[in-house]
C-alpha cells in the first residue's frame, strides 16, 4: 500500500515536473530548406507577408508553470525559438499569441524570389467627344465635320473674305524737257502795213496829164 502511495507521489511529481518546463516542437510543413547556424538571424513578424515567403515549418511552445515558457515579449520568444528557426533553415517567423498575450507558435518563412512581370506602358489616353445635348451644341466637337458652333447650333464656317488685290504701281511723272524752245524772229518794224493810204504820185506826172 505504501508503494503505491509511492508511485502516485512519483508520477504526480514528475508531471508537475513537466507541466513546469513547457515545451518547444517543430515541425517541418513545407520544402525542405538548408539549414542555418544556430545563431543565425531573422525576421520576426506578427503579421503574413503579401509576397517574397513560403512557409516551411511551425515551432509550437507550450507554456509551463512558474513563467517558464512564458513569453510576452517578442524579443525574448524570438530568441526562444531562434534554434529551431535557423535549424529549419527559415528567414523569418510569423509570432502568434494566446488570449492571455502570450506567445505560443511561429510560423517559419523562406524568403524566395519573386518574378515580375515587365510592365506595359500604359495606353494614351483617347480624348473624349463630347456628345451633343437635347437643346443644341455646346462645343464645335459636338459638330460633324469642319461646322462650328453658333449660339447652340451647328453651322458651317463662314467665308474668309477674299484677300485685297495690290493697287497697280503708279507710273513716273515725265520728266521736263531741257531743251531750249527758239523763239521766232519778231516781225520788222520797216514793213509796210497792208492797210492806208497809197504813196502820193509824183508831182511830175500830174502835171503831164493836164
Do not use: W
Amino acid at each position: 500500500m505504501l508503494e503505491a502511495h509511492r508511485s502516485v507521489l512519483v508520477l504526480g511529481l514528475l508531471a508537475v515536473g513537466f507541466l513546469a518546463c513547457g515545451s518547444t516542437e517543430m515541425t517541418a510543413t513545407g520544402p525542405a530548406a538548408a539549414p542555418r547556424a544556430e545563431t543565425c538571424d531573422f525576421e520576426i513578424l506578427t503579421s503574413t507577408p503579401l509576397i517574397g515567403y513560403r512557409e516551411i515549418g511551425t515551432v509550437d511552445v507550450t507554456p509551463g508553470g512558474y513563467g517558464v515558457n512564458q513569453f510576452t515579449s517578442l524579443s525574448d520568444f524570438k530568441e526562444h525559438i531562434q534554434p529551431n528557426v535557423c535549424k529549419l533553415g527559415g528567414d523569418a517567423a510569423i509570432a502568434s499569441a494566446n488570449g492571455y498575450g502570450m506567445y505560443i507558435k511561429a510560423t517559419v518563412l523562406k524568403r524566395i524570389e519573386v518574378e515580375t512581370a515587365p510592365r506595359t506602358p500604359a495606353p494614351a489616353p483617347v480624348a473624349a467627344v463630347a456628345k451633343p445635348t437635347a437643346h443644341g451644341c455646346e462645343f464645335d466637337s459636338q459638330c460633324k465635320g469642319d461646322r462650328i458652333c453658333v449660339e447652340g447650333k451647328c453651322q458651317a464656317p463662314a467665308a474668309s473674305p477674299a484677300p485685297a488685290e495690290p493697287a497697280p504701281a503708279a507710273e513716273p511723272a515725265p520728266v521736263a524737257s531741257t531743251s531750249t524752245t527758239t523763239a521766232k524772229p519778231a516781225a520788222s518794224a520797216a514793213a509796210p502795213s497792208s492797210k492806208g493810204t497809197a504813196p502820193a504820185a509824183p508831182k511830175a506826172a500830174a502835171k503831164s496829164a493836164q
